[in-house]
């Protein structure tokens, strides 16, 4: 289980994150929502390792992940928001890198790639640089990239930005799967319609700190609206949406 | 043994052996000096370069020495006083060519923010990212070290031991010209990055970046400004570096060690405290990559540069692709550091 406690990230003494606590049980699906700027990447990159907390606790299987870095880091997966990537590299290098790096013997790791690559629809493209490749394609190598060793758990920043149709339900097809195993799921995101459809709770994020979290149903229950982007409106928008566009227009036609 | 060597460098090798291959090959990886992916024959041109250099050079000083050998009114003394002119040229050209590359490269001495966006959630800590990015540098610049160095000091200990008079022991002068050289490369290399080491633990994060930027820029123009001087560097003089390598060069062909001394602590010391900046601020430099602060608003004098551009150019057209250009010079990192090198020069 990642349980995680009041925490927080200052960044020059303002709050990115503020206090915020959360767990995700095996075979869950947290969605992470909130809107641009709430602090959804900074809390991803505490968990991921990157960024350290400036107060509170990242508990995995009861054990703080900062004692053992490494040992949480091998069992983790990670597709971040922005692939950044060695565009150098081709498509089938960088999944060759990053499986070395965490440890796979070749004999595991050659067929395993190329099944993958073939799976995903870039077989034809897997010599070709990174630097060619669509957002789409790098999704997909990223994806395929937070999957190799088989993580227990999976933290998804934005992971449908980019791919098709095709991609995207077979991405929805994977997630329910790796939680029916017993996988973890943090699926950071502001496409609501992907979360309602995929994750089981919800937590919604405003400037830092935690403004809602619960199951999809409990909150739309809750808040008496009939979809998440309902209950996301009121949670995190207080200005008038419409009165915005209009002035837009004003402008735009001025 | 082709195929089992192949089969050996497929392997995996262990985060520190895959990290040190990764950033070897992503070293020459650079719209600088090469089309991406095709650091190979930047590396061969290179290699090849030094080679006809040296080749060619040595013609010249074979009939040099073959002139000095058959002076019947020349001595030993005279002899030798070439010889040591001509490898304190050489030192100097090793030590000059050296600073110009390290300076070149200042920025790709240390991980980048790729790297630490790319290798994140992997089970790699930041500090194998810095050993490892501090491996392969060292593999690299003891590469460059080989190939700057190998051949002249191979040439030249041939052509003097040819015509020196008495016995002397071609294998003794290659030893001698090969320390002597690549020992100038090792106090400017380690000089250099030792100067960053030491920016990057005792200046702020947010003042680091822009103040190593213009360090670079400092340097370069030094270097670049001081090789016309090359002719006229001092001989004898006990502060010029050279003249530490050139005293080694004799320590190793006299047999007497004490002169070896200053070269031994130009090379250790820059090392040492590169080293300890290095093992000291490694996580600083991580964290102050990922927190950097963000851009800052567009000053006044900023507003008053529209105005002006809105005067010299009434099209929009002409004066948008003026802004653009002009921001990307100012912007780029490369673009500055030329600049900056302009502005000093």
Redesign the interface.
Same mark, same amino acid.
């Given at each position: 289980m990642l349980e995680v406690r009041q925490l927080t990230k200052l960044y020059n003494g303002v709050p990115a994150v503020d206090r915020v606590s959360f767990s995700i049980k095996p075979g869950e699906i947290l969605g992470y929502l909130g809107p641009n700027g709430a602090g959804k990447s900074t809390t991803v990159k505490m968990l991921i390792g990157l960024l350290e907390p400036t107060s509170g606790h990242i508990e995995f299987h009861g054990q703080e992940i900062r004692r053992d870095l490494k040992a949480y880091q091998r069992r983790i997966g990670y597709v971040p928001e922005e692939p950044h990537l060695y565009p150098h590299l081709s498509g089938r290098e960088y999944l060759q890198l990053v499986g070395r790096l965490r440890g796979i013997e070749r004999c595991t790791l050659e067929p395993k790639m190329d099944e993958l690559l073939r799976l995903i629809g870039l077989w034809e493209d897997r010599h070709s640089p990174l630097a060619g490749y669509s957002k789409g394609m790098r999704q997909k190598v990223l994806l395929m990239a937070s999957l190799l060793h088989d993580p227990e758990l999976l933290i998804l920043d934005e992971p449908f930005s980019g791919l098709d149709v095709n991609a995207s339900m077979i991405l929805r097809g994977l997630l329910d799967s790796l939680a029916a195993r017993g996988k973890m799921v943090l699926y950071s995101s502001h496409v609501l319609e992907v979360v309602e459809k995929v994750c089981n709770t919800v937590l919604i994020l405003r400037k830092g700190h935690v403004v809602a979290h619960d199951s999809v149903a409990h909150l739309r229950e809750l808040m008496e609206k009939t979809s998440l982007e309902g209950v996301f409106a009121q949670l995190t928008q207080p200005e008038d949406t419409n009165a915005v566009a209009r002035r837009i227009l004003d402008v735009v036609s001025a | 043994m082709t195929a089992g060597f192949r089969q050996w460098r497929?392997?995996?090798h +262990?985060?520190a052996g895959?990290?040190v291959r990764?950033f070897l090959a992503?070293f020459f990886?650079n719209e600088m000096i090469a089309i991406? +992916?095709e650091w190979q024959k930047v590396a061969v041109s290179l290699f090849a370069a030094i080679v006809s250099v040296a080749i060619t050079a040595a013609l010249v000083y074979r009939d040099r020495y073959l002139a000095l050998h058959d002076t019947p009114s020349g001595t030993v003394s005279q002899f030798q006083q070439a010889v040591r002119h001509d490898l304190l040229s050489f030192i100097v050209l090793a030590m000059a060519v050296t600073a110009l590359l390290t300076t070149l490269q200042w920025q790709s001495l240390f991980p980048s923010l790729?790297d630490?966006?790319?290798?994140?959630?992997?089970?790699?800590?930041p500090r194998e990212i810095f050993a490892a990015k501090f491996g392969a540098v060292m593999l690299i610049f003891s590469a460059f070290v080989v190939t700057l160095t190998g051949m002249p000091a191979i040439l030249f200990a041939w052509i003097v031991s040819w015509y020196a008079p008495g016995n002397s022991s071609v294998f003794l002068y290659l030893a001698a010209n090969f320390a002597a050289l690549a020992g100038g490369c090792i106090f400017v290399f380690f000089a250099l990055v030792a100067i960053q080491g030491i920016l990057l633990t005792l200046l702020k994060p947010h003042t680091f970046a822009r103040t190593s930027t213009v360090v670079q820029a400092v340097l370069f123009t030094a270097v670049v400004g001081t090789l016309p001087l090359m002719g006229s560097q001092p001989k004898t003089t006990f502060w010029w570096p050279p003249v530490w390598f050139e005293h080694l060069w004799e320590a190793i062909v006299n047999g007497s060690p004490a002169l070896a001394r200053n070269a031994m602590l130009s090379m250790t010391i820059p090392a040492a405290i590169f080293a300890g900046a290095y093992l000291l601020s490694y996580h600083r430099y991580q964290?102050m990559l990922?927190?950097a602060?963000p851009g800052r608003a567009p000053t006044r004098s900023s507003g008053l540069g529209a105005k002006l551009l809105e005067r010299w150019m009434a099209d929009p057209r002409e004066q948008g692709a003026f802004a653009f250009i002009w921001k990307t010079l100012f912007r780029s990192r490369s673009h500055r550091e030329a600049g900056l090198v302009v502005k000093i020069g």
């Open positions: - | 497929e392997d995996t +262990g985060t895959e990290l990764h992503r990886d991406p +992916g790729r630490c966006f790319a290798l994140a959630a992997l089970p790699v800590s964290k990922l927190e602060q």
